[in-house]
């Protein structure tokens, strides 16, 4: 249902939703499939199996995808006081496979489309290679500066779940509430304007949405989790992404393989994983995700050891 | 003679790897004229974020005709051979017979005509790129690659008229002889001539390809903003060459930075500002850290900079109110009660926890304060404290400030200053260039830091390998060589410092097997030997003669670096004297006789000689200046009189001299020659107990 009063590519509007709008609207004329979120919890964009898995297939294979993605990271929890860190926020995430030749330009494009005029920004790639220890991932790329500030990972993925990518992906993933602290001259993440409608008729900033879940979910990370209950999940879900692998059903173990990443990321968070246990935990993370890559790429067809 | 233009644009090329990239190219362009025979006046190349460009000057348009000969098989060689070699010359080839060494051999004379360089330019650079050195190289797309960027145009010309196709992939194609300018301020394509031409567009369309221009006009520009302000640019040659290298068209503006967030200490305003955003600093005329920051933006906008001022003293402000955060926060508890958190941080699996680390160079203290003139209870309390920065916010956001932090920690929680410099200054030296601590605390916990790493990381066997140093093992001993020398440090390193440090890990790890082990002693002479190595880089690169240290080194048991090169000191004094040079050569005599005896009769002379034998004036003389002399260097060397050492040396010049001009040491009668052979021994050993002679490079 349209809305009466506001277009979402009202240039003007600034609004955190409207961007999302925006970006969506862009990538979907670029011929991108508009995804939803995954409904697992992740602690980026990347993990969502139609970056990761999808990066992987057939070397004629087409894959063009854009989505929102929530993403958690329990150790960047400030229980709500810090202005720039929160535990939970929000990714867009684009891949694109092959890598079209003009994606920088294309790229760009959505930036103008957001409203950052090039004209009066400065906008820069600044080299920042990527990896991902836990999804046995690699990529070169930059990340993409608009007057010092980042806005965006830029991304050539070359290897996914220890294999080479082929065709090569391209991913892009903005960062949504700096984008719009930008787009908005906001200084405080909780202050920014969520959805455009004035206070009065009940217009709501982050801080009315997320402020009381980024308190809760702080005492909850770093406080309140169960060590030992998350230890046994973690078990758990590493017992079952190995028994979905022996059955080679590549989707449901992968999901397994999130679940104990975000285990291992919340135990990371209560501070209990010594150095040399983070490798071992890294490890068997990365054990599943790569597990999850072979039987993608089997029940793609494709040739693997 | 032809000019050669080559331009490789591609998206952005980091700006650390551009300098190695621009003398790749051209080293690699130049190289393959060279193999194909093919001179040129200059060769030049350039980089920017967008473009590796190369320009070569004075290269003929033809190839050389060359001639060349070839040797065949030996005349009378089976037909087969001869026949082989025949049917591998062209057609028209000339064929002679030669004589060389004692056989007659075939040859022929091939003469290889010269093509048009314009013809093999293309596969030239095509083999360049494909080998291209670059540190990371990607592929994109389908099949692209690699480069270290996609890589989307090449310009190549030879001059004005011809282009030459690069086809790297059928059936994809490159404008050959057009280029586009800066990304936002002129995206068209234009066709570029030759470099003149190339160069006068790309300025116009907001591109200067040379890098030093860049950088000029970045410290030009800068200047003038600091000047209108009354302040100056804080020099940074580092940070100017990454910016030059991030901008095809820089554009300088000056930025403020908040009132409040000054109080932040200079370090942390520069790291934020330096590694993180890629600012300049701005000083006052004190040489203070001043509220002003410069940024190079590279592009032009319509409002004169304003946004993107806005823009960056946002971005600055959030990360600085982030450090205000930690700078307050931190300081809320004391290092001392932070000290315990460090059993949590492991330092290494089989070495231990952060603490354990700490509890070990505190302990080291007991056997290093003195020699560093440092009161052991200071460098204790420091050693507890050293690592105690490390789970503090601010470290945690910028790693680059452990020590700094833990010295502005350890002076608000009121340690001495002794103590909090010693805390600041122990991770240095961290390079060959990096500042070397002088005061005494600050010594003593730098050394104590490293022995214990190195003592620990060789002792479970985790020594440095070819280009492998994962630990930084190779610094670290660099570290205490120049600590020790550039101090003066009187310090056994082996007896004393090794062996205490051994212990210690031993005791904390239970790797004692026995009662009492001698588990340190392969480990100290492990060690030592890869310190002799160190020393060997260290003094070369400092342009000293390492063969008159390696004599010292030699005559092992040395573990005293100052005395070691006390010793080598007065040895390179006196081998520049007459005397020295003599006696040297006297000993090459002496060492090269007893060799070449030695080894025709398959025996050893080291017995003492038979006084009884001697026979010849020259011989009684020399034994007899030998039995005064010997035991005065002996005395002069263990009293560290190492200069008189050598002069005593010299008495021993005439003699030795005189027994070589006057005695035949291989004489007919064999009692006699054994003899001789035996004083020639001892003059050798003689001289050995001073220094090993035979170490010395002519």
């Known amino acids: 249902m349209p809305s009466a009063s506001k277009d979402a590519n009202d240039a003007k509007d600034t609004s955190f939703q409207s961007l999302i709008l925006k970006l969506q609207t862009f990538w979907a004329d670029q011929g991108c499939v508009l995804l939803q979120p995954y409904d697992l919890e992740v602690g980026a964009g990347t993990f969502h199996p139609a970056t990761t898995l999808r990066s992987l297939g057939l070397s004629d294979d087409i894959w063009k995808c854009a989505y929102v993605q929530p993403s958690r990271r329990p150790t960047d929890g400030r229980y709500g006081d810090n202005p720039n860190r929160l535990q939970h926020y929000y990714q867009f995430q684009v891949l694109i ?181 983070r490798a071992a935990y890294i490890g068997r993370v990365r054990a599943l995700a790569r597990g999850s890559a072979r039987q993608w790429l089997r029940s793609q067809g494709a040739e693997v050891d | 003679m032809t000019e050669l233009l080559l331009e490789m644009l591609s998206e952005e090329i980091p700006a650390r790897m551009q300098a190695r990239a621009v003398e790749d190219l051209k080293r690699l362009v130049t190289e393959a004229l060279n193999r194909e025979d093919l001179t040129f006046e200059c060769a030049k190349a350039y980089a920017t974020p967008r473009r590796l460009v190369l320009v070569v000057d004075g290269i003929p348009e033809t190839q050389p005709d060359v001639s060349e000969e070839r040797r065949g098989p030996q005349v009378g060689a089976p037909e087969k051979a001869v026949d082989g070699f025949k049917n591998s010359l062209p057609a028209d080839a000339e064929i002679e017979q030669r004589e060389d060494k004692g056989n007659t051999y075939y040859f022929a004379i091939v003469e290889k005509k010269g093509i048009q360089v314009e013809l093999l330019l293309g596969q030239l650079i095509i083999d360049i790129i494909r080998r291209f050195p670059w540190p990371k190289s990607m592929n994109w797309g389908v099949d692209h690659g690699p480069w270290i960027r996609p890589l989307h145009n090449i310009v190549c010309r030879f001059g004005p008229t011809a282009s030459i196709a690069i086809t790297l992939e059928p059936g994809r194609g490159f404008r050959t002889t057009e280029t586009t300018g800066h990304k936002f301020l002129s995206p068209d394509w234009f066709e570029v001539k030759d470099f003149a031409d190339y160069k006068k567009k790309l300025e116009k369309a907001k591109v200067i390809i040379d890098p030093a221009k860049r950088r000029e006009i970045i410290l030009k520009e800068a200047g003038k903003l600091c000047g209108k302000v009354g302040l100056v640019l804080k020099d940074d040659p580092e940070l100017l060459d990454e910016i030059a290298g991030l901008v095809e068209w820089p554009v300088v503006l000056m930025g403020t930075i908040d009132d409040d967030l000054m109080y932040l200490p200079p370090e942390v305003l520069t790291t934020a500002m330096r590694h993180h955003q890629k600012y300049f600093a701005c000083l006052d005329k004190g040489g203070n850290l001043a509220n002003r920051f410069i940024v190079v933006a590279n592009t032009e906008t319509t409002d004169g900079g304003k946004q993107v001022i806005a ?135 730098a050394l104590n830091d490293k022995i214990d790493s190195l003592v620990g990381f060789f002792a479970i066997g985790e020594k440095p390998t070819g280009s492998k140093d994962p630990f930084a093992l190779r610094r670290a001993a660099l570290g205490v060589i120049r600590l020790i020398l550039q101090n003066k440090l009187r310090l056994p390193l082996a007896a004393t410092v090794f062996k205490a440090a051994y212990r210690l890990h031993e005791k904390q790890r239970g790797w004692e097997k026995e009662e009492e082990t001698e588990g340190w002693l392969p480990v100290s002479s492990d060690l030592m030997a890869f310190f002799a190595d160190r020393l060997k880089v260290y003094l070369r690169e400092r342009g000293v003669r390492y063969d008159h240290v390696d004599a010292v080194f030699a005559l092992g048991g040395e573990d005293d670096l100052v005395r070691l090169m006390a010793r080598a000191d007065a040895l390179s004094e006196f081998l520049a004297t007459e005397d020295g040079e003599n006696l040297l050569t006297a000993y090459s005599r002496a060492a090269n006789i007893l060799k070449i005896e030695e080894k025709k009769d398959g025996r050893s002379y080291a017995k003492a000689p038979d006084p009884t034998l001697y026979c010849d004036g020259e011989e009684k003389v020399l034994v007899t200046a030998m039995a005064s002399v010997v035991p005065e260097i002996d005395s002069a060397v263990s009293d560290e009189r190492f200069s008189e050492s050598m002069a005593l040396l010299a008495a021993l010049r005439k003699p030795v001299d005189d027994f070589f001009d006057a005695v035949t040491v291989n004489v007919d009668d064999p009692a006699l020659r054994e003899n001789r052979l035996k004083l020639l021994n001892k003059i050798r050993s003689a001289l050995d107990d001073v220094a090993d002679f035979s170490r010395i490079e002519g």
Not at chain 1, 226 to 249: Q, S, V
Not at chain 2, 328 to 355: C, P
Not at chain 2, 402 to 407: D, F, K, T
Not at chain 2, 422 to 427: F, K, L, R, S
Request: net charge negative; with cysteine.
């Open chain 1, 97 to 277: 496979k092959p890598s079209p030749d003009d994606i920088q330009d294309t790229y760009l494009r959505s930036l103008y489309a957001l409203g950052i005029d090039k004209n009066q920004h400065d906008i820069r790639f600044v080299e920042d290679d990527w990896e991902s220890p836990t999804l046995g991932a690699s990529g070169l790329g930059w990340e993409v500066w608009c007057d010092g500030m980042e806005v965006t990972q830029f991304t050539y993925f070359q290897q996914v779940g220890g294999y080479e990518c082929n065709p090569v992906p391209v991913e892009l993933t903005y960062g949504l509430e700096r984008l719009a602290m930008y787009v908005q001259g906001v200084e405080n993440v909780f202050d920014l304007d969520w959805d455009g409608v004035p206070e009065a008729d009940g217009g709501k900033t982050y801080r009315d949405i997320f402020h009381q879940a980024e308190v809760e979910y702080s005492k909850y990370n770093f406080e309140l989790a169960d060590t030992d209950i998350l230890t046994r999940h973690f078990a758990d879900a590493e017992k079952e992404g190995n028994a979905l692998l022996e059955a080679g059903l590549a989707l449901p173990a992968y999901d397994q393989c999130l679940k104990a990443s975000h285990l291992f990321n919340l135990l990371d968070a209560r501070g209990t994983i010594s150095v040399t246990e």
């Open chain 2, 311 to 445: 823009g960056n003293e946002r971005v600055l402000r959030a990360r600085l109110a982030d450090a205000r955060f930690f700078w307050d926060q931190d300081r809320k508890q004391t290092l001392e009660s932070r000290t315990n958190g460090l059993a949590g941080r492991v330092f290494h699996a089989r070495l231990g926890s952060v603490l354990d680390k700490s509890k070990r160079i505190e302990a080291l203290a007991a056997f290093v304060a003195e020699a560093c003139g440092a009161d052991a209870k200071q460098v204790k309390r420091a050693a507890r404290l050293c690592k105690a920065d490390h789970s503090t916010g601010m470290v945690g956001e910028f790693p680059e400030l452990q020590g700094v932090m833990g010295r502005y920690y350890a002076l608000s929680d009121g340690e001495p200053p002794e103590v909090a410099d010693a805390i600041a200054e122990h991770y240095a030296p961290r390079g060959p260039n990096d500042a070397c601590p002088e005061k005494p605390v600050s010594i003593a916990l």
